[in-house]
């Protein structure tokens, strides 16, 4: 067989320019234009709830405390039909549920899907290079997931407002605290951190699982345990709670981290998270059994018990988050979620580069 | 210049080494062939020359000494990968978008032209081509990035006859026409000699045989004779020995030059029959290539 041998192109120096980025936007919006149209329809079709529902809200809350003389019958009526409507709970956990889903099913596949099917053999030997390859989907992927969450909490933000304003407790309104669980996952910055830290462990999984399903499923349950650390444990201790004594009537909008009792400066007992951190019936019977047993034992009045433990000695403490800390720990929460995503990133560009096969 | 160089290379999954101490060396301007069984480390040593391995240890350069798997080694190479994945969901035009993009060169009007020839149309997806159809789908983006070395890893291993022929013959013309170097693994020995002037041999992750077609036909002999004075023949090493009830056929390492003993008959050999000679026994070798270069250095010098 004769071979010809032509002369080195001109192009073909030992150091080419790299192929440029924005040749990448073009591969990166073809492969996933279905996956962020998807996202588009799902935040769509909920905003198009929301905004609905969210409307009929506004209109009975605003009718609600508009609604004069406050102690009558028909405003007593527009009360109890807006806290009927405690809408929170019944979609609350179903909007937690969003920037999992966002963050798991665009970010798992970026990577296993290539993985799974082989054509990372295809991608990963293109001039383009394969950590530009991924750092070109990645970020722009990232971006998207994150500021569409962010525009969709905006309506959250607008949805939760009733139930939030100062106030609400003096009109027997529901009030709920901006910093409860669910709740402060759905406003400010966190909404979009954690679709964005999601995304990022999809990404990271799909690596190191090299399947969609599986990969899907792990950063599910990673999501979970991780929120429920967060509301759990971290997010109480981002800066340290404000400690009230003898504090009965905490702001409803206050976040009630632990109540306690002391005697003589040490620990005595813990109070009773379901009934505003008053003592225990055993407890109750030992030290003031004549107001637990009394005639009218049936209705305590908190007031009575607390007079009851003071003179015995007793000071109840109450740590809680004011409201006020509602943007400070939304950066601190949203702050690290970045830094954590930021950093599963690096790491998944760096295992591709590192390691194919 | 050689297109692949490898050094003391070794590739180690878990506790099996899938590729040992391969030491190569394939000059440019060949159609090379990678024979060997399935598991000899034939696509192990592919994914470390693009790259898509870490070598275990060695080293492997490509193009005249560019690190595996860097910019500017992958901007020259082409690489078709086992069962040539394409992604089914986008469409050959998309594909051929696809790969324009992410390279620094792309022949658009060529690519067209050949998808044209082979009848495979443009906006049809590539999940919906048929196996053959995809194999010369792969291979138009591969050529048409105009690389100057292209690695196909069991190209053809899934291809109808016909399909294989047409995708065989694309190679070739690629290889004539534009000075393409060309390695390809396989373990179908047909067709071969047609195709390639090159040749390593694999097994058990080592490599066998490495040398030029013709150096290695001109350096083997088929012998036959009786049976009963195989055992006794030791003029030149035997790679192979084949017996039958009177008759022996001894694959010798030997030129035409060399002596034939009394009573026994000489015939070259052909490529496919030294490559089954070869992997019939694992523990024969052909020194691979850098040694006998070295030789003809030193002749060279010695001059």
Redesign the interface.
Known sequence: ??????PA?P??D??????PWR??A??TW??HRIALAGVAALLGALALCLWLVGLHVHHVYAAAIACRPASSIACGDLVYSFNGMDTFMANGFVMDAVPALIGAFVGAPVLARELE??????????????WR?TLGKLVPLAVFVAAAAGAFSVLLSWYYQPYLAAGNQALALNEWSPLAGGLFLLRGVVFAAWTLAVFAIGALLGMLIRRIVPAIAATLVLYTGLTFAAGLYLRQNYLTPLIGRNLLNPPASAWIVSQWWIKGGKFAFAGDPNADGMPRMNVLQQVCPHISSGPSSGKLSPAAVLQCFSQHGYTMLTSYQPASRFWPLQWIEGGWLLALSVLLIAATVWLVR???? | MNVIETSGLGKRYGSTWALRECTLAIP????AALVGPNGAGKSTLL?LA?????PSAGVVTVLGG?PAGS??A??????V???T????N?SAA?ML???R?????FDQRYAEARLGELGIPLNRKAGRLSGGQQAQL?LTLALA??P?LLLLDEPVAMLDPIARHDFMATV?TA?????LSVLLSSHVLTELERVA?YLILMSRGRVQVAGEVDDLLASHRMLTGPAAQADSYAARPVVHARRAEAQAHLMVRATVDDPVPPGWEAHPVGLEELALAYLREPAAAALPGPARHRETRLSEVAK
């Open positions: 067989m004769t071979t010809l041998i032509t192109r192009d073909e030992t150091s080419p320019r790299p192929v040749r990448m073009w591969v073809r492969q099917t082989g054509t990372f053999r295809y991608a990963w030997t293109q001039g383009f290079g394969r390859w590192r390691r194919a096969t | 440019a301007g060949h159609v994914n693009v790259g898509l391995a870490a560019r910019p500017t992958l901007d020259g190479i082409a690489f990968a086992q069962d994945p394409v992604y089914k986008l998309d978008h696809l790969t993009n992410l390279n620094r060169r792969a990035r105009r100057r070739l290889a004539v026409d534009e000075g002037d």
